[in-house]
């Protein structure tokens, strides 16, 4: 994207002080009569549609309150003036307070909420909480690993760089070297459950919402770069009776389709159309995308966890009739995502190659489970998802990947600007397809959720779930269980 299209920008800087400036202008320039009142009336629907587009991520933008505080104040001088204006900045008014652009005490520092980060922190009383939105200015917690797999627990911004980050991790070490050595002392580093490790460089920002499922960042020396290895968790699993063997299906799939509908009204319109037009430009505006994106691998692996851990055949096909009944489920709920993600995990090759556990399903689910497979296919730009989804009504929980993939071929297909013309039929359907995200969750969720007795255990378990991600570990424990049931 060039300058040219700022209405597409990660954040509208120059779109922001561009209409400021035109407002205040307006305003200052005391023109009276009909077309005074016309233009002051235009400005004022600019800035309200301005506003109401972008609420909360004008916070995250230095002096963008006391901007509009200053404009806001502007225009309610006039408000006694004009009778014609009196509806308009009562709308004003009300989406100030709405969106809360206050300008702090500068006498006091103002309060950060410290957020734990739901992949890192893996706490109980956190992952019950309900789930917000993040925003780039957000601190929160985060683990770093030292070589020896010690770890250091900092607090920091959510859209910390990596030089950042190594700050306070060498802050908390209390290294000796001088502030300038520290810099060189240590780097960053994503392990995976793999092994795969990537060196993450100084001026890299928002790393913590793009790393993996079971990734980890470690801090070490470059001496001790090729010795680091996953932590054991990663590594070393064993089969256990897991809370998914005890809570029943419609528990497990209500609990999904709540914390799933948490997550994806956490999401702006807007981290679509950064994700994929400014891809790692826009990361500090997609955070709250790049989780719930994360959380659809996360369950994929779940299903596919579950399954191969599960060494007693029997009990391994009544998992694969509950997996089916939770797809089934969360389909009724109308959270396709959820959906999607279990069905995925049911195909994964190292679950589908365990020939004599299918066999042992009865037939009903091997013909339900065929239905739903004939739905989340790909042929034909996925028709047979978008029929299914047209016809439903909100609140409805969609398959993320495929309106990326929409936006994608909408954003590559065509270019944004045409002989020094921005090409609007093309921002017309982006602006479409990223309505539809607003359409979708117009109405709030409403389940029947009962109490139980493994009410709150469920809810904790749906929601941190210990999967692994490694598909090489995953075939291992196939291959050892058909070699078992042999």
């Known amino acids: 994207m060039t300058s040219s299209s700022p209405i597409l920008s990660s954040f509208p800087r120059r779109s922001f002080c561009r209409s400021y400036t035109r407002v205040s202008f307006v305003w200052a320039g005391g023109m009276e009569g009909p077309e005074g009142l016309g233009r002051k009336q235009a400005c004022l629907a ?27 104040l502007l225009i309610m001088k006039d408000e006694s003036l004009y009778q014609d204006l009196r509806e308009d900045t009562l709308r004003l008014h009300q989406l100030v307070e709405t969106v809360e652009l206050k300008i702090p005490d500068e006498s006091q520092l103002p309060s950060k909420q410290v957020k734990p980060l739901f992949r890192h922190f893996r706490r109980i009383d956190s992952c019950l909480q309900t789930r917000v939105a993040f925003r780039g200015s957000d601190e929160i917690f985060c683990r770093v690993y030292m070589p020896d797999h010690s770890y250091v627990t900092i607090r920091s911004r959510l859209s910390a760089s990596v030089q950042d980050i190594l700050g306070s991790v060498t802050e908390k070490l209390q290294y000796s070297e001088e502030p300038a050595e520290r810099e060189d002392s240590l780097i960053l580093v994503a392990v995976a459950s793999s092994g795969e490790k990537v060196l993450l460089q100084p001026t890299e920002d928002c790393v913590f919402t793009t790393l993996g499922i079971n990734s980890h960042l470690f801090a070490c020396t470059r001496d001790s770069y090729e010795a680091l290895v996953p932590l054991p968790e990663e590594i070393q699993v064993s089969p256990g009776d897991t809370e998914i063997h005890r809570g029943e299906p419609e528990d497990v799939a209500n609990h999904l389709t709540a914390f799933h509908w948490e997550l994806f009204r956490c999401v702006h319109e807007l981290e679509f159309v950064d994700y994929v037009f400014h891809g790692e430009r826009g990361r500090r505006e997609t955070a709250n995308l790049e989780l719930l994106l994360q959380r659809c691998s996360e369950v994929t692996h779940w299903v596919a966890t579950e399954v191969l851990l599960c060494e007693a055949p029997g009990k391994r096909a009544q998992l694969l009739k509950k ?42 689910f091997k013909n339900l489970f065929r239905k739903f497979e004939n739905l989340t296919d790909p042929c034909r730009n996925h028709k047979s998802y978008r029929e299914v989804i047209s016809k439903m009504k909100p609140p409805v929980i969609p398959f993320v990947p495929l309106i990326l993939k929409d936006l994608t071929f909408l954003h590559e297909g065509s270019k944004t600007l045409v002989d020094g013309l921005v090409n609007i039929e093309k921002l017309h359907s982006v602006a479409e397809k990223v309505r539809t995200v607003r359409e979708y969750r117009s109405r709030p969720l409403c389940l029947d959720m009962e109490a139980s007795p493994h009410h709150l255990q469920t809810k904790a378990y ?25």
């Open 323 to 364: 997996f089916i009944k939770i797809a089934a489920i969360c389909k009724q709920n109308q959270d396709l995502l959820s959906f999607y993600a279990v069905v995925m995990g049911l195909d994964n090759a190292a679950v589908s190659r365990l020939r004599l556990t299918w066999e042992k399903l009865p037939g009903k």
């Open 46 to 72: 600019m800035l309200l549609h301005f506003l109401d587009t972008y609420q909360g991520l004008l916070q995250e933008e230095e002096g963008a309150g006391r901007i509009i505080k200053d404009l806001y």
């Open 462 to 486: 749906v929601r941190q779930f210990q999967v692994i991600d490694n598909q090489n570990l995953l075939f291992e424990l196939s291959y050892k269980l058909e070699a078992n049931s042999q």
